[in-house]
């Protein structure tokens, strides 16, 4: 059965605080790993998608690798605005061509305190 | 470019009742899907819409969910009659839909319909 695991469920950080958070998945042919951000009331807010391992990409603060087993979004001197719930998902390879549905993790709440 | 959109934000219905939830996707995105997040659960996958056609809906509870795409533009999901384990939050994604375009297999979600069953 295909699965995400994401760990810690919750994170707290000091300001500046560097950290890593871990998405752990078994997916019977990985399309694609996406990670999203999601604030409270919101919906989730789409950061990068990994296809492949060894695959790595940046967005400011932020940085995702992957590897076949597991992805891990690293936080670099982080701010109290990326306080969030982070989640990751994985795609299947399904569907031949078509565009199958995500499998998500529980997510990790970061609390980034100044 | 504007984003999805989902209406309403928020329902609160008895128990036995009707609610229709919408969701408008990004303009020119041909798949369509439909997540539920039930507290303290996993966001889940319900159907996916490729244009006006269901393409996968092995995620929908039961029959009391009927998903409607008409057009294939905005999309419908009718609750009827709800139950109080339907409570939670509903999400639509959308994503372009060509193969040969990684990008493509980007999904982008709306704020999500709080619904309450009481």
């Known amino acids: 059965e295909d699965q995400v695991t994401q760990s810690p469920e919750a994170l707290r950080l000091q300001e500046g605080e560097s950290s890593s958070l871990n998405c752990s998945y078994t997916v019977s042919g990985l399309r694609g790993l996406f990670w999203y951000r999601q604030d409270p009331g919101k919906g989730p807010e789409f950061l990068f998608t990994?296809?492949?391992a060894g695959e790595e990409k940046e967005k400011e603060r932020l940085k995702a690798t992957l590897t076949k087993k597991e992805s891990f979004l690293h936080i670099t001197a982080p701010k109290p605005e990326d306080s969030a719930t982070y989640l990751c998902?994985?795609?299947?390879?399904?569907?031949?061509?078509?565009?199958?549905?995500?499998?998500f993790g529980k997510g990790t709440k970061l609390s980034v305190k100044p | 470019e504007a984003g999805v959109t989902q209406f309403p934000s928020h329902s609160v219905i008895e128990k036995g009742q009707t609610v229709t939830l919408r969701c408008d996707p990004i303009s020119g995105h041909d798949n369509l899907y439909w997540y539920r997040r039930v507290m303290g659960k996993e966001i889940k996958f319900l159907l996916h819409?490729?244009?006006?056609?269901?393409?996968?809906e092995s995620g929908m509870p039961n029959n009391r969910f009927l998903a409607e795409r008409t057009g294939g533009t905005y999309s419908t999901l009718k609750v009827q009659p709800a139950e109080l384990e339907d409570s939670g939050v509903y999400f639509c994604?959308?994503?372009?839909?060509?193969?040969?375009?990684?990008?493509?297999?980007?999904?982008?979600f709306g704020p999500g319909t709080r619904l309450t069953v009481t």
């Open positions: 819409f490729v244009k006006e056609s269901k393409q996968d």
């Open positions: 998902a994985v795609q299947a390879r399904y569907y031949g061509g078509s565009q199958g549905n995500l499998i």
């Open positions: 994604a959308s994503s372009q839909g060509r193969p040969q375009n990684l990008k493509s297999y980007e999904q982008y």
């Open positions: 990994l296809y492949s």
